[in-house]
């Protein structure tokens, strides 16, 4: 019974570069959250999906970041034109319904040079 | 703006005391507050409670809600190394399901 799984683990890009980060939620789980954690700092909500959906986005910045939830396969957050910024863990959780406890994946860890 | 304020921040004991973690909170249209334990990677859920007044337990970790005075608190007693951890106190934003999260009281238990 997988959790939430989350890949790559570790990212490393330059800066200018696109980071694609992906997100399978947990069997059952069609609600995708995601949320961004930089040094020091709580966790911070960016957006939440739904398939092919996006339900809330409020938490997410204007430019350069996406996310999407296709009818198959992962969910995806891009970040394009990385700057050092974005350097942070960036977590999925999924829930099988709206207010329901999430389950949260492992994390990618983005490391902008 | 809905809000979360953990305390303490830090916290250091030793093997088998007992410690209480504070989380407070601020938010429109409550329906439920959630413990998590983040060690060096994810957070693992550990508990969410709605009703004031009903204690949650799991082994030697207990929390309780306050809704009148909007705080909750987690016990951890005869802790143990492993607990060593950041504990997360997090509340859905405005009622819907994103949560909004404290900064954590990072605990560590000394042999």
């Known amino acids: 019974n997988a959790g939430v799984m989350q890949n790559p683990r570790h990212l490393v890009r330059r800066r200018g570069q696109e980071a694609r980060l992906r997100c399978s939620p947990m069997?059952?789980?069609?609600?995708v959250y995601w949320y961004r954690q930089l040094p020091e700092e709580g966790l911070k909500f960016m957006v939440y999906?739904?398939?092919?959906?996006?339900?809330?986005e409020s938490g997410m910045p204007k430019e350069r970041f996406s996310a999407e939830f296709p009818k198959e396969g992962p969910s995806i957050l891009r970040i394009q034109q990385v700057v050092r910024g974005d350097s942070a863990a960036y977590f999925c959780?999924?829930?099988?319904?709206?207010?329901?406890?999430?389950?949260f994946g492992p994390g990618t860890r983005l490391t902008v040079l | 703006e809905d809000k979360v304020v953990q305390s303490p921040l830090s916290l250091v004991v030793h093997e088998g005391d007992t410690v209480t973690l504070n989380c407070s909170y601020e938010?429109?249209?409550?329906?439920?507050l959630l413990w998590y334990k983040q060690e060096k990677k994810a957070p693992t859920f550990l508990f969410m409670l709605t009703s004031s007044g009903i204690e949650k337990k799991s082994g030697r970790l207990s929390s309780i809600l306050d809704k009148k005075e909007l705080f909750s608190i987690l016990n951890i007693t005869a802790t143990q190394t492993g607990d060593s951890a950041v504990y997360l106190c997090?509340?859905?934003?405005?009622?819907?399901?994103?949560?909004?999260f404290g900064k954590g009281t990072r605990l560590s238990v000394i042999a």
């Open positions: 959780a999924s829930s099988p319904a709206p207010y329901n406890e999430q389950f």
């Open positions: 938010v429109t249209n409550f329906r439920s």
């Open positions: 997090a509340v859905p934003r405005g009622g819907n399901t994103p949560l909004v």
């Open positions: 069997k059952g789980h069609s609600h």
């Open positions: 999906l739904q398939k092919e959906n996006i339900i809330d």
